[in-house]
């Protein structure tokens, strides 16, 4: 299995430098691997551009958590008052869904020309697209929570604010959970599109230049790096997911995919 | 020892002349209680037996305070609007303890619902775990048992609170048979060690004379009361051996003479419901 899974990333790899040296493909267009590659060393030596890789990813990374946290924490409390207050949730239903039709990218130059070229503009544009998937799934979590349940802590004494706090955030748990994966990867989009649309440092940024200087091996290596970092950021939020509900049975969630 | 019938003592549950409306989703309104009078004694078993649908939950509903009365007049423990979280227990048909929750939490979260500190309220969880016979699996997680098991949580659940009122909504009705006469014989050995009033709600036959002093026959929907009837069989009862007692056998024919018909009523709508 595992030798399989290593075979077809050789062949696809070995493909791609194979049919660019024989000019199947013009590696103009489409880089070869071993330039990404050397692309990758280069940058990790040498520097970018805008400076040392590491600060470049570090600038990104801390984008998208503070974006990711922000955009989780407000998601989780508007879901569960929303899914709470019946009224409240249908006096503000239209506008939640004519904010939701907006695409979120296109909030970018708002906030760029407001919030500046700076960090606070990449991690705004961050926690809108992570807002409303964790504010859709904690508004669901909230209204799906069982009857049974609380009718039982309300037999139990519960107050209204601890059926919430003791029923309804732990049920909603699960489905807040399950955004996270999602959600995360949306963060890493907000503030690499926010760094395309204006900035001074960032894995975005590096795309850019390299886009702009026709350099196609240096944007396919800025891909491999975020694709790593998306991956390890994936790894520790699934780390956290089997701790949180080890309540549940196959709390291990298969994590083949 | 408790006596077969309570008679005397005051009532802790009275219902006169108590209809409930429910408006279902396509806005019709739907009547499941009609013009019930019942009363439940200080101390008394109580029983409900009647068919699919003639409203005992609904009973449980109200008098738990988790739904208000349409019309009619209420009075449990003295007041004549219950409200959930007094002095009212309630076991669930299907289970209501938090799967997120150990067994331990689980039982210690009356308590703390109530105002208790941590450490105090799993001091008497960890006594309320003992009782129902779960030491060793404070530490488990409700889909970690076996569902005899988690039912004895949610015993010890309701149990912890002292409920003067103890309401059981067809509570091992999803066990097996040894299971389940098992928890009836336990849960009759901790009642008597209480001074709670019981209403069980059943639509098995046998378990309601088995554990009641009393028995109420519901008819089919809208509920109404159709019988009410004594059951003064010694106590201590041993459940699995109580059935073969000629006077069991006696009164478990006069009260189903009264329930066939209201299961055949209810039987022959649910086929014209086809």
Redesign the interface.
């Known amino acids: 299995m595992q030798a399989l899974r290593v075979g077809l990333g050789v062949a696809l790899l070995g493909g791609w430098e194979l049919a660019s040296r024989l000019g199947v493909i013009d590696p103009f267009f489409w880089g070869r691997p071993s330039g990404v590659a050397e692309r990758i060393y280069i940058w990790s030596t040498q520097g970018t551009a805008q400076g040392p890789l590491w600060q470049q990813v570090a600038v990104t990374l801390e984008e998208t958590v503070i974006g990711f946290l922000i955009g989780v924490a407000l998601g989780i409390v508007a879901g569960i008052v929303l899914g709470r207050n019946r009224l409240l949730s249908e006096i503000l239903a239209p506008y939640i869904k004519a904010l939701n039709s907006i695409p979120r990218v296109v909030l970018g130059p708002l906030f760029i020309v407001s919030l500046g070229l700076g960090m606070p503009s990449k991690v705004a544009l961050a926690v809108v697209m992570v807002f409303f998937v964790v504010f859709f799934n904690a508004f669901q979590g909230a209204r799906e929570a069982?009857r049974?349940?609380i009718?039982?802590?309300?037999?139990?004494?519960?107050?209204p604010r601890?059926v919430t706090t003791?029923?309804i955030v732990?049920s909603a748990?699960s489905w807040i959970i399950a955004s996270l994966h999602t959600s995360f990867g949306f963060a890493l989009v907000g503030a690499v599109v926010g760094e395309f649309l204006g900035s001074t440092q960032g894995l975005g940024l590096v795309i850019a230049t390299a886009q702009n200087t026709f350099n196609v091996n240096g944007v396919f290596a800025s891909i491999f790096i975020l694709a790593a970092v998306a991956l390890v950021a994936e790894a520790v939020i699934t780390a956290i997911e089997n701790r949180l509900?080890?309540?549940?049975?196959n709390a291990l969630v298969d994590v083949a995919i | 020892m408790k006596g077969g019938a309570a008679d005397g003592r005051p009532p802790v549950i009275r219902l006169s002349g108590v209809t409930k409306n429910f408006r279902t989703p396509s806005g019709d309104a739907y009547t499941a209680l009609r013009d019930v009078n019942m009363e439940v004694r200080a101390g008394e078993f109580c029983a409900i037996v009647g068919p699919t649908g003639c409203g005992k939950s609904t009973t449980l509903a109200l008098v738990s305070g988790l739904e208000p009365v349409s019309e009619g007049d209420i009075d449990v423990l003295g007041s004549a609007n219950p409200k959930p979280g007094a002095r009212v227990g309630y076991v669930f048909q299907s289970d209501a303890v938090f799967p997120w929750k150990s067994v331990l939490d689980n039982v210690a979260a009356g308590p703390r619902y109530r105002g208790a500190r941590d450490a105090e309220a799993k001091a008497r969880a960890r006594d309320w775990v003992e009782r129902v016979g779960l030491r060793g699996f404070e530490r488990y997680y409700p889909h970690q048992l076996s569902g005899g098991m988690r039912k004895r949580v949610a015993l010890a659940q309701s149990l912890i609170t002292e409920p003067e009122i103890l309401l059981m909504d067809e509570p091992f009705s999803a066990l097996d048979v040894q299971t389940r006469s098992l928890m009836e014989d336990e849960l009759l050995a901790i009642w008597s060690s209480t001074s709670a009033s019981v209403l069980f709600v059943t639509h098995d036959l046998e378990e309601a004379i088995a554990l009641a002093d009393r028995v109420f026959v519901f008819s089919a929907g809208p509920g109404t009361i159709k019988g009410n009837y004594v059951v003064d069989l010694p106590r201590p009862r041993n459940v699995s051996e109580i059935r073969f007692e000629p006077r069991f056998a006696r009164i478990y024919q006069e009260i189903w003479s009264d329930l066939r018909d209201e299961v055949l009523v209810s039987y022959e709508r649910a086929k014209r419901a086809h």
């Open positions: 069982e049974n349940l009718a039982n802590a309300r037999i139990l004494g519960a107050s601890q003791e029923v732990p748990m509900i080890r309540w549940r049975p």
